[in-house]
């Protein structure tokens, strides 16, 4: 454990900002999980709103600077391309 006042501080805000990175990370990676088994269904409706709150979530970590904004692009990009072809088909 540091000494200096400061340091100490810095330890504190570092432990509190990695825990709520990680519960943020964990929320849009099951956003993520549940919109890939939505398009794995036949519901289009619900796989649309799925794909669209995973995006929203995509987009909010990608201002909070947790996923690179090409990432969030790509995943977003392969979510709908699921989706269209779920459209497509049904």
Partial sequence: ?????????????????????ASQKSALRTAVKAADL??????VETAKAAIQAASQKLDKAVTKGLVHKNAAARKKSRLAKKLNALSAQG
């Fill in 38 to 43: 939505a398009v794995e269904g036949t519901e």
């Fill in 1 to 21: 454990m540091p000494n200096i006042k400061s340091a100490v501080k810095r330890v504190k805000t570092t432990e509190k900002r990695r825990a709520l990175n």
